[in-house]
């Protein structure tokens, strides 16, 4: 009997009373037919009255009991809804052999790829890489689903060893049609072994329903995971391949359903099992292939937490018309604003530095044997985190270098702290510094975490440590040219900079500051250029960033992906006009600008590269191995477009082949200082031929490979998705959405793979159709 008749048969029409065999037994005629009335009551039932299932159980002998085979859930809460969710095989058979070999032992399990772990004493699973709220565990034997429910749901164990309990004596003694009292009011009743209910307290029930059928319609209940229509994995490969960083882009949501990274990159995780085991499935079979780890970097919620206090500062001055809208707007698109502030730069900067490394150590120590590379992927206002932050990489031999010049003690001006402090109105600070000791030359050697250690705002530690590298000490001991990468070189005039000395002081000028625009005098944030190969055709040096220290990472990036990408326009802005073919970033070897056609907020690279050629995007094959159909057509209509053109201008070039062929006595005689008419058609008709030939050809033969800079190793960077056949209906109505496919999108997850298992030297299989 399938789930759906247990439900909706003659069983929900009352609640069980002291009849409730009897009720039962007449009721459970309709199952069969569940569209047919029943009356509530019947005080005497013939033997021939009763059901199919009553007929099976009382002919046939009973089956042994066996012991059911429990499996482990979690739960998951989200927007008030709550469900359960089971552990793969390999998982949950982890924790059973946990639980076999000590129930009251603080026993943990690394489970789903190692990035939680669950506590089977006290049944909580923990993230390991990200803050998140401990969740329930349950080794779940019975399973319940209401009439609106979804998916089965597991019972508590208590409630699973009473019912696994009185299943037990039924089928020993095979006595069936009991009845179960529990003391939350709850009652199951065991008809046999494939039709057991559950009815809710009529206390409990809820009063505003619109028939007694719907008040009294009881719970379907079912024995074991089997039983049940629920998907469970098989687990996920020890082995680990490659290493990915996701880092997102503004606000907390990621996409259209609000989700927080972690969610969107489960769901890309996911999709990218599927496709190893579809595209890679020999390899796996062989042992070649594991599997790609996928991490979030999660950077929102540091900068709008308590530390920096901004969110309590723009509220002050936030209008409470369209609070929603108001809302949404400081908690999403401000931080764009935030990323050029060179205080909120730098906190953005150094919370994404910060968090991958502390995830690649963390991650290093859970896979003792991991010895792949890693990669970086950036989303929206992510990528140009990561793409600035990768061109002030240094190589090992610059980090040495600079450790040797870092034994120099640096001699800083005999002004005291007091009046440092004085200068910058933070007189207050002053008792915090000195009861730590503090002297200028310990000042300078704090680091902004120090100073929060402090108690120190963030505001008022960012002007000390500013000041003080910059003002006091000697320009060849500042930071500041420190954090650039190989053959960066400031080319361009230092802003004027207003000391608290109200003294304007003007920086050096280069003598290659005529080939950029000037800065403001008037403004108050240091701007520096850097030559990183990215400027003017003529030479000239122009890359624009706030003036922050870029941290370094830990590990050289193998190749950075940038999804929905708007580091072209901000390059632009910053009066970029042109990149250097052969630019690289000093740490990453490889990059790809990976968009949808429809992104509002993506731009191409290329261009900005090869601006002589009009390169179309490299398109980005459907996970399936084809086009989608509507790109299909649209190409056949093209072809048949150009076939049209090219039969009119052969037609041509044949009636001019007929029109050379005349007979020579039909032409008139030729003077010595003529030009020929012959010769006039013979250039007509070459002229033909060689506008006609070549559109035939260029279809035919493949362009030749064009190198687009050394920034993806002489190799394409800019990568567009083909757009489902319902957004090229209307381009607008599609937009946001097309900047949020990325997570989800099956295309982009297989050319990561793609790309990352080409350099290990992995085949890849198109799967049949």
């Not at 991958?356 to 970086?376: C, D, T, W, Y």
């Not at 398109?619 to 039969?647: A, F, Q, V, Y």
């Amino acid at each position: 009997m399938s789930d759906s008749r247990g439900e909706e048969g003659g069983l929900s029409q009352a609640a069980p009373t002291n009849n409730t065999q009897d009720l039962f037994d007449s009721s459970s005629q309709t199952v069969a037919t569940p569209q047919d009335k029943v009356s509530p009551v019947v005080d005497e039932i013939s033997p021939s009255s009763t059901s199919s299932f009553e007929m099976l159980d009382m002919e046939s002998v009973p089956a042994p009991y066996h012991v059911v085979q429990p499996h482990w859930f979690f739960c998951r809460r989200a927007d008030d809804n709550t469900s359960w969710l089971p552990f793969s095989i390999e998982d949950s058979d982890k924790l059973e052999d946990a639980y076999g070999n000590g129930a009251d032992k603080d026993t943990v399990v690394a489970v789903d790829g190692e990035r939680y772990d669950v506590n089977v004493k006290e049944r909580r699973r923990y993230a390991v890489y990200w803050e998140q709220a401990p969740t329930e565990v349950r080794r779940c034997t019975w399973f319940y689903k209401g009439d609106k429910d979804t998916r089965f749901m597991p019972y508590p164990e208590d409630f699973s060893e009473r019912l696994e309990d009185a299943y037990k004596q039924a089928v020993t003694k095979d006595e069936w049609k009991k009845k179960l009292d529990f003391p939350s009011g709850e009652t199951v009743i065991l008809h046999n072994p494939k039709l057991i209910m559950q009815y809710q307290p009529i206390g409990l029930q809820d009063e505003w329903v619109s028939s007694p059928s719907e008040h009294t319609r009881p719970r379907t209940v079912k024995r074991g995971v089997d039983n049940i229509s629920v998907e469970i994995l098989d687990g996920e490969p020890e082995k680990v391949d490659h290493l990915v960083f996701m880092v997102h882009g503004i606000g907390p949501a990621c996409d259209l359903r609000f989700r927080s990274i972690i969610q969107c990159v489960n769901d890309f995780r996911s999709a990218s099992l599927s496709l190893l085991a579809s595209h890679y499935k020999r390899a796996q079979q062989e042992g070649k292939v594991g599997r790609v780890e996928f991490l979030p970097v999660n950077w929102h919620s540091a900068l709008h937490g308590d530390a920096t206090g901004v969110d309590e500062d723009i509220q002050r001055i936030t209008l409470p018309s369209i609070s929603r809208l108001r809302h949404f707007t400081n908690d999403t698109l401000l931080d764009l604003f935030f990323y050029n502030s060179p205080t909120y730069c730098q906190t953005i900067v150094d919370t994404v530095a910060s968090e991958i490394n502390r995830l690649h150590v963390l991650f290093k120590q859970r896979h003792p044997e991991f010895s792949g590379a890693v990669s970086v992927v950036g989303h929206s206002l992510g990528s140009l985190i990561l793409f600035d932050m990768l061109t002030n990489q240094r190589t090992g031999s610059e980090v040495n270098t600079e450790k040797m010049s870092g034994s120099e003690h640096c001699h800083i001006s005999i002004d005291t702290l007091e009046q440092i402090l004085t200068r910058l109105g933070l007189q207050q600070y002053l008792a915090t510094l000195q009861a730590e000791n503090m002297d200028l030359e310990s000042l300078v050697l704090c680091q902004e975490t120090d100073l929060k250690d402090l108690g120190i705002p963030l505001g008022p530690r960012k002007k000390i440590l500013n000041y003080v590298r910059r003002k006091w000490l000697p320009k060849d001991c500042r930071p500041s040219t420190a954090c650039l990468a190989p053959g960066f070189q400031v080319t361009l005039q230092e802003p004027l900079i207003c000391d608290p000395d109200d003294n304007q002081s003007p920086g050096p000028m280069p003598q290659q500051s005529q080939l950029h625009r000037a800065q403001s005098v008037t403004s108050a944030v240091d701007y520096e250029y850097f030559d990183m190969g990215i400027g003017q055709t003529n030479g000239g040096i122009a890359k624009g960033q706030v003036s922050i220290d870029y941290p370094q990472l830990s590990f050289h990036p193998q190749t950075f992906f940038a999804f929905g990408s708007p580091i072209g326009m901000f390059l632009t802005v910053r009066g970029l006009k042109r990149i250097d073919p052969n630019y690289t970033f000093p740490t990453c070897k490889s990059f790809y600008n990976i968009y949808h056609p429809y992104d509002p907020v993506a731009y191409r690279i290329e261009p900005m590269i090869v601006s002589e050629v009009d390169l179309e995007p490299m398109l980005i094959p459907h996970h399936k191995g084809r086009k989608r159909m509507h790109l299909e057509l649209k190409d056949s209509l093209t072809r048949m477009g150009m076939d049209l053109k090219n039969n009119v201008l052969g037609s041509l070039r044949t009636a001019w082949q007929s029109f050379a062929r005349l007979p020579v006595a039909a032409l008139p005689p030729v003077e010595a200082d003529e030009t020929t008419i012959e010769t006039n058609i013979q250039e007509i008709h070459a002229g033909v031929c060689e506008e006609a030939e070549p559109m035939v050809s260029s279809e035919q033969t493949e362009q030749p490979e064009i190198k687009v800079g050394m920034l993806n190793g002489g190799r394409r960077i800019d990568y567009v998705l083909q757009e489902k056949p319902i957004e090229s209906f209307n381009e607008y109505l599609f937009a946001i959405q097309s900047h949020l496919c990325y997570w989800e999108s099956e295309d982009t997850a297989l050319l990561l793979l793609k790309e990352i298992y080409d350099k290990l030297g992995v085949a890849f299989e198109q799967p049949q159709q």
